[in-house]
């Protein structure tokens, strides 16, 4: 009890919705505040349940004991233990373990919280409907956790905020009798597309079955959203063999779509949003029981904590849970979008279709999984070598080789291309020299330059390398055949030009160019980039003439310069990419419009690199795979830009997203663009590259072994390690054959510290993991 003589505790508090992160709450507070009147209004009755399971991770039921010990063990004595996930494709499957989860009956969970509330002295009203909160004004707290489909919110969606986006699947909630001893998600593929059963036991002779398919699916199966005898004939016709011959049973189970539920604000006045009228969370990750439970633990805390001081408790309840209810959203919803494009995956080989499975949310990782069973991965690990022709089966995914045209480089880590700013009039110096030579010796597969201009006018800043005349290839050259002889790593150039976001200062400088610095700025439409920024110039036929002659010209200059490869700069905002999206293309001409149109001028000069440079040497486009902001480039779009490039021969794609305009609200995280990465890939057949917040060897083995990139782009870590990749291959104990002879007296030093340094981060990793229920 809060012993502050300003403290006041709450007299009386209304609870509307009887689920169980309303119940939940009101136990927790009662006990805390005795005198305290708490009523519950459930519009259904007592023992109404609308679905059959739920389901709690190992952490989640250790939170419960600490706050309720009473609840706890009357959960406990009903749950079904699992320690398995089974991932199963058209009868082959694969066992995972250690994954520690369980599942009860909602019912059974709703009767046992029921009890201790009533134990406790809360007050429950059932069949009992709420909507005019006039009556309730002498209450201190109205708790509206009335579901998704929360009436108290809806009379107050403009104060909450609220938005509730429909996402594309559909799916059904029906129950078995067939038992599990795992999670499972069965998987069959059909003429019509692929569905997949979320599957688990929940009690004795009873599991839950959560049955999803896209829409076209499920219109061309036959199915009706209300017509539960049908839906229970076609899913069981399916679905034979993993039922075996056990019936599907429903419960008001009518087909639907998920609503993705956010809430700018989480209070009005007195009344404060639980459950699912505050945010969803896909059932693909866990149950959004469990996302309400924990909530009403941090609600109940923030009140006993302040009393009726309400704006201090709700600003202690957001404080405690909004920053871990958008992860846990963010989470869900890149597992819903695994689900929603499962038909991009169904063909995969199979053991990396149920590695995908496995770490679709970004989660859960290669190394996360081998902690908890060694002998998956070790089979995904197997399959992808096998595949990929690498006769050490144990070698990791980063260390294999990857073969673009005629290009072999020996590992899959690319060094992105990172603006250094240090030259003089376009020429690379003893610094550029520096910095490409150390991360060529620190192991690097391939590096990608600078961007690098292919006319002086094309410099994003004065600092910026340019390859338009033959002593910057000269130097450039230097570069090049120091790296050749001395490493492994291959190079490639990024050509490209500025556009509208050019004339700038260097970074670290605090004035902008003088006057007489600056020059005139050209691109797709006369839009200056920043509100202040200079307008440039929309290009005539003339001004496309003179650049696609520099490009060729940049492009022979790389040949001369020894380059392994060119990567066209087609992304970010810069000049190509202004003619890309329709937020910078405005034309009214044949290089305006529909994205064919906004095409024609960056194909022009793609196709004049091509024609410039040695055909056996393989060509990259980097482009902006969404702009972060309204009515910017769509993925229909995108998809056909990337196709549109392969078709003209471009050998790979490099995917980025953004800086297309200065407004742009990035989702940025861990591996944060791979998902666009994955889409390209996987929806067009070519090869991609992906970067963005990737920091680590794991990272990239699993994003390399799931097929969502084939190479990885590493930018900010390499710029104070250019060793990165002789550390992780001292990690994976991965004895690399290219050392430089000067630097092999440090090889088993750095792999005995780098042993050591594994060893304890697994022991504390494995402290963490879930304990088994075996």
């Not at 169980?20 to 009755?45: A, H, M, W």
């Not at 500025?498 to 004339?503: F, M």
């Not at 900010?716 to 092999?744: C, G, I, T």
Request: net charge negative; with cysteine.
């Amino acid at each position: 009890m809060n012993l502050n003589a300003n403290f006041t505790p709450p007299q009386k508090i209304t609870v509307i919705g009887g689920g169980p992160g309303g119940l939940y709450f009101s136990i927790l507070t009662k006990k805390v505040f005795p005198n305290c009147q708490i009523d519950i209004y459930e519009r259904n009755k007592a023992d109404d349940s609308f679905g059959f399971g739920v389901v709690f991770s190992d952490e989640t039921l250790g939170e419960f004991l600490t706050r309720d010990t009473k609840s706890y063990d009357l959960i406990r004595s009903k749950f079904a233990y699992w320690d398995d996930i089974v991932v199963a494709r058209n009868g082959e499957n694969v066992s995972i373990s250690g994954n520690g989860f369980c599942g009860c009956s909602r019912k059974t969970l709703l009767q046992l919280l029921q009890q201790r509330c009533r134990e406790e002295g809360v007050n429950l009203y059932f069949e009992h409907n709420i909507e005019d909160l006039s009556q309730l004004q002498d209450s201190d707290y109205i708790i509206a956790c009335d579901g998704i489909n929360s009436a108290i919110r809806e009379q107050f969606t403009a104060d909450f905020g609220t938005k509730i986006e429909l996402k594309k699947n559909k799916f059904v909630w029906l129950g078995s009798t067939k038992p599990l001893d795992a999670f499972t998600y069965f998987f069959r593929t059909t003429p019509h597309g692929t569905l997949v059963a979320h599957s688990y036991q929940y009690e004795e002779g009873m599991s839950t079955w959560i049955f999803e398919c896209a829409p076209e699916t499920w219109e061309k199966l036959g199915f009706e959203t209300t017509n539960e005898k049908e839906t229970i004939k076609i899913l069981s016709e399916i679905f034979s063999e993993e039922l075996d011959g056990h019936p599907l049973i429903s419960n008001r189970s009518h087909w639907r779509q998920f609503p993705a539920v956010t809430n700018k604000n989480w209070h009005k006045d007195n009344i404060v949003l639980l459950g699912d009228a505050k945010a969803t969370a896909h059932y693909s990750i866990g149950s959004g029981t469990k996302l309400a439970m924990e909530c009403a633990i941090a609600l109940s805390d923030a009140i006993v904590k302040f009393g009726t001081n309400k704006e201090a408790a709700f600003a202690e309840y957001e404080k405690s849970r909004r920053n871990r209810v958008e992860m846990i959203q963010y989470a869900a919803n890149v597992s819903l979008d695994w689900f929603e494009n499962m038909d991009r995956y169904i063909n995969f080989d199979f053991q990396q279709f149920a590695f995908g499975v496995m770490t679709r949310s970004k989660k859960v990782t290669f190394e996360n999984l081998a902690l908890r069973d060694t002998s998956f991965p070790d089979k995904v690990l197997t399959e992808f070598n096998i595949k990929n022709k690498i006769s050490n089966l144990k070698t990791p995914a980063a260390f294999t080789p990857f073969q673009i045209k005629n290009l072999k480089l020996e590992n899959r880590i690319v060094m992105a291309p990172m603006g250094q700013y240090q030259a003089e009039n376009g020429l690379p110096n003893s610094w550029h020299f520096s910095h490409y030579t150390q991360r060529a010796l620190g192991g690097l597969g391939l590096i990608i330059t600078e961007m690098t201009a292919v006319n002086s006018f094309g410099r994003i800043t004065l600092g910026c390398t340019g390859i338009y005349n033959e002593n910057q290839a000269f130097e450039w050259k230097k570069i090049n055949d120091f790296i050749h002889q001395n490493s492994i790593c291959k190079i490639a150039i990024q050509l490209g030009h500025s556009g509208r976001k050019g004339s700038l200062k260097k970074p670290w400088e605090t004035e902008k160019l003088a006057d007489s610095e600056q020059w005139e700025l050209i691109a797709a439409s006369s839009i200056a980039y920043s509100e202040n920024g200079i307008v440039p110039k929309e290009m005539t036929i003339s001004d496309m003439d003179s650049v696609v002659k520099d490009f060729e010209n940049a492009a022979i200059n790389a040949e001369k310069a020894g380059f392994d490869m060119i990567e066209l700069q087609a992304h970010h905002g810069f000049l190509l990419a202004s003619f890309l999206s329709p937020l910078t293309n405005i034309r009214s001409d044949e290089f305006g419009g529909t994205i064919e149109n906004r095409l024609k001028f960056p194909l022009r000069v793609f196709t004049a690199v091509r024609n410039n440079f040695p055909s056996e040497k393989p060509i990259s486009v980097r482009i902006s795979a969404t702009d972060w902001a309204e009515n910017g480039v769509s993925p229909q779009e995108v998809l056909t830009i990337a196709e549109a490039f392969k078709n003209a021969g471009a050998d790979i794609i490099n995917v980025s997203t953004g800086n297309t305009v200065a407004y742009q609200n990035p989702q940025m995280g861990r591996m944060w663009q791979t998902p666009f990465s994955d889409f390209i890939r996987n929806q067009s057949n070519i090869p991609t590259i992906t970067a963005g917040s990737i920091t680590d060897i794991d990272q990239i083995n699993t994003i390399i072994l799931n097929g969502k990139a084939d190479l990885v782009a590493l930018g900010k870590p390499l710029l104070l390690n250019p060793y990165f990749v002789r550390n992780a291959q001292a990690y994976e104990n991965f004895e690399p054959n290219d050392v430089p002879n000067s630097y092999k007296m440090g090889v088993s030093s750095l792999f005995s510290e780098e042993k050591s340094k594994r060893k304890m981060t697994e022991e504390m990793k494995k402290a963490l993991k879930p304990k088994s229920h075996k």
